[in-house]
């Protein structure tokens, strides 16, 4: 007798399935109030408003539910990604194949003023952080304020602005591994260099203790008013994901754009912004692959021109739209 074979499933039903089975263990296994999601779109949760869907969203209500994510999503041999408030990122329009968690529940954004301490949630948005230490008299946080992150995001990536980084202001950390364990270090002992913490690559930031310096509110509220100025004098108000390239150490990105008079150029609807070189900005219809291809328009014509290789600060992930050749 000879049997007959089933024809093959196609792989994307195969998979559809294991990531209907893993959405549906997290389901039952996180709190009532968690969310679980499956192909949730992603453009909708960058500032740049580009990108295609994530397989399967989470939202934990607790660091038990994190906990058990990450070992869930572990044992299927799903990818984890950690997504912030998505101002650095760019997801292109095939979208995530993994499990993107968010820590946007309340549980993860508490902040408690012990002066000179402020001990904060790594979904604690920056612009909180800077006003809570504004009312406690502690300086040093002012350049939180215009940065539209969360604190975990600003952690993995040693955010900055006006010449201050992120782990300037870091005392000690709270961060869970892939296993769901969750440790404590000082800062001191935590690399971060420009743009990056490589810990947090492979690591999630959980909460932090920030220092400030005692100083009087009134001086704080000063400086937080002229970084904001500068912002919006020089910055666009249009959708982006903040500055697209490191610096160089030859010059800042956006001059160097803005030399070469790259301002203006688009690519359907992203266009490099007139305001400020390193800015890409969403005019309302733009697809991640508009953003990626002048981003490539970009460096070939710095690095045509100026011999210098631009390097993308933005983080880029995800997939390409699968062609249908
Ligand atoms: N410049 C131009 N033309 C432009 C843009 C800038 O000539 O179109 C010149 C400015 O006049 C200035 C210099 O370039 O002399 C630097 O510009 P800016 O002060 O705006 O700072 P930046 O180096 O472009 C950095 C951070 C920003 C941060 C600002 C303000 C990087 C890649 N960027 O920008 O961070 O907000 O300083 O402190 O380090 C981000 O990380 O997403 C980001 C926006």
């Not at 006006?162 to 202001?169: A, K, L, P």
């Not at 001086?219 to 002229?226: D, K, L």
């Not at 970009?298 to 933005?314: D, F, S, Y």
Request: overall charge positive; charged content about 25%.
């Amino acid at each position: 007798m000879t049997a007959t074979l089933a024809p093959f499933p196609p792989a994307r039903g195969l998979r559809a399935a294991a990531l209907d089975a893993l959405a549906a263990s997290l389901r039952a296994g996180l709190s009532a109030a968690a969310v679980v999601r499956r192909d949730e779109p992603l453009s909708k949760r960058t500032t740049l408003r580009v990108g295609g869907p994530a397989d399967v969203y989470v939202e934990p209500e607790s660091e038990a539910d994190l906990a058990f994510t990450l070992r869930a999503a572990r044992a299927a041999d799903e990818p984890v990604f950690l997504l912030g408030r998505g101002s650095n990122l760019l997801v292109r329009d095939g979208g995530l194949r993994a499990v993107v968690v968010s820590l946007a529940r309340p549980a993860f954004a508490a902040v408690r003023v012990e002066a000179p301490r402020l001990h904060a949630g790594a979904g604690a948005r920056l612009k909180h952080l800077a006003v809570e230490a504004r009312r406690a008299g502690l300086a040093g946080l002012e350049f939180f304020e215009g940065i539209p992150g969360s604190l975990g995001g600003a952690l993995r990536m040693n955010a900055g602005a006006m010449g201050r980084w992120t782990f300037d202001v870091v005392e000690s950390l709270r961060f869970m591994d892939a296993e769901g364990g969750v440790h404590e270090r000082l800062a001191a002992e935590v690399r971060a260099e420009y743009r990056a913490c490589p810990l947090l690559r492979d690591h999630v930031a959980l909460s932090a203790v920030l220092r400030g310096e005692p100083a009087l509110p009134a001086e704080i509220a000063a400086r937080m008013a002229q970084y904001s100025a500068k912002r919006w004098e020089s910055q666009p108000p249009q959708p982006s994901a903040g500055c697209i390239f490191k610096n160089p150490a030859a010059a800042p990105a956006g001059k160097l754009v803005d030399e070469l008079g790259l301002k203006g150029t688009r690519h359907g609807g992203a266009a490099v912004s007139t305001v400020h070189g390193n800015f890409i900005v969403n005019d309302g219809g733009a697809a991640a692959a508009d953003v990626l291809r002048l981003i490539e328009t970009v460096r070939a014509r710095v690095l045509a021109e100026r011999g210098i290789r631009l390097e993308t600060e933005v983080e880029i992930v995800g997939e390409e739209v699968p062609s249908r050749a």
